[in-house]
Each structure stands twice: as structure tokens, then as C-alpha cells.
């Protein structure tokens, strides 16, 4: 049994976890760095602990300060949240050294899916379409060209140990690949701490279609469903939706059922998420799994009635899953938009500031994951994730009028946000249609998004 | 809750069982408040045999005045008194040197104990010298990363001068006495 967690995280993130824990009658000490002392987390919690200064390296991803803290604010597991320390194997294994739960994956199972190649070549073999790319990882520039060779142009060349799409670049030729192995490689290192890449092929008009699974550590496991995150700009996700508009009912359920498949046949464990891309026919290429809790697992939550936070803590326990397939039932269509401090027309550069005004948008079907308060000022230290907006409606039409709603409601004041920009996706025929590709954003321009709904406003 | 938790007093004290009432009102519990608001938590509990005290702060109340105060008018004097403080350099448990006590003279980069972390021990050294005027942790306490451990009156004068955060909320809230007061209990020992 877990009776006091330690939250190892910041923002919207650690406010979700601190609920789902007191939902379950636990206690939530919240680790924080010196820059987030006044943070919504560290006002809820039961016992805040500063772990260290606001850069992260010395605080969120300091695996010594976090198992620390815990040990004497007499936690007895750590949820790391999304992020940080979420998918470090050694992490979790040194939690586990110190006999604390470490509320994830294994670090068995982390060890196994942290490599994204290994990891295609993993569920490859249990029978999951890959998208075909490089054996392995790539030796040198020479194994880089020949297997680019082999797989054909454009390619987008991948971080082995990214994840949240950065450090990814696409080379359309020999020589720009070339170009970019330096970089990537030295991008890699900065942020992953691990210079080794691999390729892919780069599919034109592709969406990108995850299935969330959540399996206990006796290999019993369900699928919730899949959800869309087609909306990016440059592989970062910014709206996401469930079900995906763009599949039809038997690639649906073949998709899910492929999924959690090959994620129990490959050794998977607790909550999880495979990432895929669909291309224009309904055909699906697994791409990599992400072994935590997601950003927009709230709109799976919204279709199943599951507390996907409250499952992690209850499964990482070594309760059994205790329901089948069966007892999954997805209902209606949620859409969520994340809420980034980013100035749009000045290529998203992100935003620092004191919130003067927070007014949350309510109605029926409508959901805030946020950290934010009016007076709270965002530091400039970590990423410009605001919180979520999740609406919910029996169907894509009225999740899409009760965003509408919701987005002209929520006041974000004293800095610059993204909520225009989410209002104006909401009036693109495209969007609106269903049938766009993880390109729309990037080809059409932001600004001409804005434009559009702006000039609308004025005629 | 309001200027009175800001201040430092008890928020919400529970105690289990009758024990020496003096003793916990006179000494344990200013002691308590005094260590609560030098460090930066919001909440400290102890328990002893027999009884439990938690006291508990507001820290928005206690300290938004403490930044703007500290960030525009009164800049080189809060300095002076960061500088002063010797705070945790990580957190884990607290073990002080022998040479940690109040009265003694230390210069700057003296060791004054150090602070475990998963078995590593990571020195707490004197930010500045002069004397010490007030020692806020003690062996085997935990402790959080930026708290303060003791205080070093650079002057080796009055004591209360070198005050934490508290301090300068005192100041900016209501003038002088809740400042000056928090070393006390530990200083006259």
C-alpha cells in the first residue's frame, strides 16, 4: 500500500497527480525547486521540500535530491510525473534501492523500451507495422548514408533517447542529412545526454494516432482507446482529440487491439502509450512508446470514466488491474488544446510574466488542468505549458461548439497566450473537416490562422 | 490565514496527550516558531513521546511583501542579511561541526556541519565571517534545500540584525519586534 507520495514535478502536471492522490486517500508531499516555491502544487500539498534551484538539472532531474526528499518526508513512492526523471531506468531502479515505489514502469521495462530503436525492433517482432527505417542505431555518417540508401529520402533522423519530438530533423537528400548528423548528434547530447540516432522514413501526410494501455505487473491489460494529435507545430502537439476523426470504426479497433497485443507479448507494464502514424489509406506504423503519463491523457479520461493517474499509483502498488476489455467503454468525442505563455506571431516564442487574471471557462463537459492563479508569475526556467483546456461532447460537433464556448471564456491576463490561436483552429475548414495531416499548422503559417478569424471579426 | 501566521505565530498547534505545559509553551514552542520562520518551509511537525506539535504559515502571506521589499528600496541591506544566513546546500539530514554553536567565531568558508544526501555528505560552509548568532538545525534534522542552518552576525554585534526572510516580512508588515525576536530563544540558550 502507498500512503504518502513524494510529486516529483511542477506545473499542471503535479496538481493532477496531487489530486488523484487524495482521491485515493493519500498523502502528496510536493518536490519543488526554488523557482516554483509559489506554485499551485506547493500550496495544495500536504508538505512542500525544496530539492534545489530553479535549474532542473540540480533540482527535477537531480535523481539523488528527489530520492532525498522523499526519504525524509517519509514518502514511501515517487510519481515522476511526465518528463524529468519519468523514463530513467536508473531512477527507478535507485527508488526502488531505497525502498520506495517508483509509480511507472519497472525499471526492467524502462530499460527495455528506452531505446525508441530497440524498441521498434521489439514490437516489430510481436507483429506491429514499423515505419522502415535504419537496423539499430547509426554507427557513423558512412552507416548513416548507406541506410539511407536503403530506405529512401525524405528521412527524418531521430534522437534514440528524445522523446516530446525534439532533436528531430528531416533531410530530404544525401547532403543534407550529411549536414544534419552533426548537429543532431550535438542537439542529442545537450539534451538527452545520448548522441546516438537512428532514421526514418519520412511519410508525407501522415497523422499521428497514440493508443493509451494501461497493464498491471501480472500481464493483464486493456486498451482505452486511441486519440489524435495531429495538430502540431513542428512535431510539438498542440490540440488533441479522441476519437481520431480520421479512421473508421474497424481500423479503430484493430489498431487498439494490435496495440495492446504486442505492448503484453513485448513485456510492458503499467501505464503506457504507442505512438503511430496513419497514412492517408487507414495504414498504421508504430513509431515509439512513451512508458508515462501523458499530457492529454485527460481526453481518454473523458471517453472512459477512468482515472488513468489513479490507475498508474493503484497498478505501481502491485494491485491487480481487476476488469477486462469489457468493462472499457468509450463514449462521445473530447477534444484538448493545450494552454501554452507564447507569443503566436512572434514564432511561439514563449512568454514570462505575472498572471493577473485567471478565469477558468465551465459549462457542461468542460475541464481545467492548470497551475495556474491570478497573481502567479511563470518563471522563465521550464517549458511555457499553462494548462489544458478538455472539453468534452457526446459527439466531434458539439465537443467543437462547447470549445468554442469554452475558449472565448477562459481570461488568461498579463501575458501572451495561445488562446486566440486555439480559437482560430476551431474556425479552419480544415480542422473542422477532420481530414488534416500533422503538417496543417506548419504549411498554412500561424499567423494566417489568425488572420483568417481576425478578418472574419472585422467583415 | 493572516498577518498572525505571517508573523510566525502557531496556526495550529495539536497536542495529543497533557504533557509539562510549560516546558512546550515556553521553550519548545518559540524555539519551533523561531525555526519555522528562519527556513522556508510552510509547515513543521514534532513529535516527542506523548505529544505533537504542528505549526503551519501561509507562505503568500509571508512572503510577497519580502520580494518587492527586497527587490526595490532595501536592496543592499537584504543582501547584507542573505549573506549572513548559512543555508542547506541540499536536502537530506543535518549534522552539524563541533564548532557550531552560538557566540563562536567562524571566517568565511569555515565547514559548520553537512548536510546527507543518500549517504554523500555535502559541507554547509560559512558564507561570511563573523560570530554565529543563532543555530536553526540540529543533528539529524531534515532539511530542505535553501533552508537556513544558522546565522552569522558579520559584525559580531547586536544580535538579530543578520534575521532570514521573517525577518524582513516583519519589517515590511509590521515594524521591528517580529524581526529581531526569532533568534532569540536559540541565542540565549
Not at chain 1, 201 to 207: F, G, H, I, V
Not at chain 1, 234 to 255: F, M, Y
Not at chain 2, 141 to 153: K, M, R, T
Amino acid at each position: 500500500m502507498i500512503g504518502r507520495v513524494l510529486i516529483a514535478n511542477r506545473g499542471e502536471i503535479a496538481v493532477r497527480v496531487l489530486r488523484a492522490c487524495r482521491s485515493m486517500g493519500i498523502e502528496a508531499v510536493v518536490a519543488h525547486s526554488e523557482a516554483d516555491r509559489e506554485s499551485r502544487a506547493v500550496l495544495m500539498a500536504d508538505e512542500a521540500i525544496c530539492i534545489g534551484p530553479a535549474e532542473s538539472a540540480r533540482s527535477y532531474l537531480s535523481a539523488a535530491a528527489v530520492i532525498s526528499a522523499a526519504l525524509v518526508s517519509g514518502c514511501d513512492a515517487i510519481h515522476p510525473g511526465y518528463g524529468f526523471l519519468s523514463e530513467d531506468d536508473a531512477f527507478a531502479e535507485m527508488t526502488r534501492a531505497h525502498d520506495l515505489v517508483f509509480i511507472g514502469p519497472s525499471a526492467e521495462v524502462l530499460e527495455r523500451f528506452a531505446s525508441k530503436a530497440g524498441t521498434r525492433q521489439l514490437l516489430a517482432q510481436q507483429g506491429l507495422p514499423v515505419v522502415p527505417g535504419s537496423e539499430g542505431m547509426l554507427r557513423d555518417d558512412e552507416h548513416a548514408l548507406a541506410e539511407a540508401e536503403r530506405i529512401g529520402y525524405p528521412l527524418l533522423i531521430k534522437p534514440s533517447a528524445g522523446g516530446g519530438g525534439k532533436g528531430m530533423r528531416l533531410a530530404r537528400t544525401a547532403r543534407e542529412l550529411q549536414q544534419a548528423l552533426t548537429v543532431c548528434r550535438s542537439e542529442a547530447r545537450a539534451a538527452f545526454g545520448d548522441d546516438s540516432l537512428y532514421l526514418e522514413k519520412w511519410l508525407e501526410r501522415t497523422r499521428h494516432v497514440e493508443v493509451q494501455v494501461i497493464i498491471d505487473n501480472y500481464g493483464h491489460g486493456v486498451h482505452v482507446g486511441e486519440r489524435d494529435c495531429s495538430v502540431q507545430r513542428r512535431h510539438q502537439k498542440i490540440v488533441e482529440e479522441a476519437p481520431s476523426p480520421a479512421i473508421d470504426d474497424a481500423t479503430r479497433i484493430e489498431l487498439a487491439e494490435s496495440a495492446i497485443r504486442a505492448a503484453l507479448a513485448a513485456g510492458y507494464r503499467n501505464v503506457g502509450t504507442l505512438e503511430f502514424l496513419v497514412d492517408g489509406e487507414g495504414r498504421y506504423f508504430f513509431i515509439e512508446i512513451n512508458a508515462r503519463i501523458q499530457v492529454e491523457h485527460p481526453i481518454t479520461e473523458m471517453l472512459s470514466g477512468i482515472d488513468i493517474v489513479a490507475e498508474q499509483i493503484r497498478l505501481a502498488a502491485g494491485e491487480p488491474l481487476g476488469y477486462g476489455q469489457e468493462a472499457v467503454r468509450l463514449r462521445g468525442h473530447a477534444i484538448e488544446f493545450r494552454i501554452n505563455a507564447e507569443d503566436v506571431r512572434a514564432d511561439f516564442r514563449p512568454q514570462v510574466g505575472t498572471v493577473e487574471h485567471y478565469v477558468p471557462p465551465g459549462g457542461a463537459g468542460v475541464r481545467m488542468e492548470t497551475h495556474l492563479y491570478s497573481g502567479y508569475e511563470v518563471p522563465p526556467y521550464y517549458d511555457s505549458l499553462l494548462g489544458k483546456l478538455i472539453v468534452w461532447g457526446p459527439n466531434r460537433e458539439s465537443a467543437v461548439a462547447r470549445s468554442r464556448v469554452a475558449l472565448k471564456e477562459l481570461l488568461v491576463d498579463g501575458l501572451e497566450t495561445n488562446i486566440p490561436f486555439h480559437r482560430a483552429i476551431l474556425e479552419d475548414p480544415t480542422f473542422l473537416s477532420g481530414g488534416f495531416d500533422t503538417n496543417l499548422l506548419d504549411r498554412k503559417g500561424a499567423a494566417a490562422f489568425l488572420d483568417a478569424v481576425s478578418g472574419a471579426a472585422e467583415a | 490565514m493572516t498577518e498572525e501566521a505571517a508573523r510566525g505565530a502557531p496556526g495550529n498547534v495539536a497536542v495529543d496527550r497533557a504533557v509539562d505545559l510549560d516546558a512546550l509553551t515556553d521553550e519548545i514552542l518559540p524555539a519551533l516558531i523561531a525555526r519555522l520562520r528562519a527556513s522556508r518551509l510552510a509547515e513543521i511537525e514534532v513529535r516527542d513521546s506523548g505529544w505533537r506539535v504542528r505549526l503551519r504559515r501561509d507562505l503568500r502571506t509571508a512572503r510577497r511583501p519580502s520580494r518587492g521589499h527586497s527587490g526595490d528600496t532595501h536592496g543592499p541591506e537584504s543582501d547584507d542579511q542573505e549573506a549572513s544566513q548559512t543555508r542547506s546546500p541540499a536536502v537530506g539530514y543535518f549534522s552539524p561541526a563541533p564548532g557550531l554553536v552560538v557566540g563562536h567565531a567562524v571566517t568565511a568558508g569555515d565547514t559548520l556541519g553537512s548536510v546527507d544526501v543518500l549517504g554523500i555528505a555535502q559541507e554547509v560552509t560559512a558564507p561570511v565571517g563573523g560570530i554565529i548568532s543563532a543555530v536553526l538545525a540540529e543533528i539529524g534534522q531534515a532539511v530542505e534545500y535553501g533552508q537556513v542552518l544558522a546565522e552569522i552576525d558579520p559584525l559580531g554585534g547586536e544580535p538579530g540584525n543578520g534575521d532570514d526572510g521573517a525577518a524582513v516580512d516583519g519589517a515590511a508588515q509590521a515594524p521591528a519586534p517580529g524581526g529581531a525576536a526569532a533568534p532569540t530563544p536559540e541565542a540565549a540558550r
